[in-house]
């Protein structure tokens, strides 16, 4: 088992800067791709990227694109994902997941976190 702990959402402004981490303990987590997604209210939960084990095969979805960086220290155990330039369309509940495979979809991750929340005012 993996637990994965999501921290450093909050309420910045449009165009700002914030530095997500997720936080794993339990099983080795070198052993993990990990993914970021994120759920805005009445939408689907959507991939945001994924970095593979040793942060090699880096993903991004055309919105993060030269926004967002991912980025991981398996000394930590840590996962970041730094967003610059936010946007209101932004918003939403910000999930990292372990799995596998570096992917987009999330039914090719095993391992959930409860989100933390990111919120973009105009």
């Known amino acids: 088992q993996v637990q994965l702990v999501e921290s450093g959402g909050g309420l910045v402004q449009s165009g700002g800067s914030l530095r997500l981490s997720c936080a794993a303990s339990?099983?080795?987590?070198?052993?993990?791709?990990v993914g970021w997604f994120r759920q805005a209210p009445v939408e689907e939960r959507e991939f945001v990227a994924a970095i593979g084990r040793n942060g090699e095969g880096i993903y991004y979805s055309h919105s993060a694109q030269g926004r967002f960086t991912i980025s991981r220290d398996n000394s930590k155990n840590t996962v970041y994902l730094q967003m610059n330039n936010l946007r209101p369309e932004d918003t939403a509940v910000y999930f990292c997941?372990?799995?596998?495979?570096?992917?987009?979809?999330?039914?090719?991750?095993?391992?959930w976190g409860q989100g933390t929340q990111v919120t973009v005012s105009s």
């Open positions: 339990g099983r080795s987590f070198s052993n993990y791709a």
């Open positions: 997941a372990g799995g596998t495979a570096v992917a987009g979809r999330e039914d090719l991750y095993d391992y």
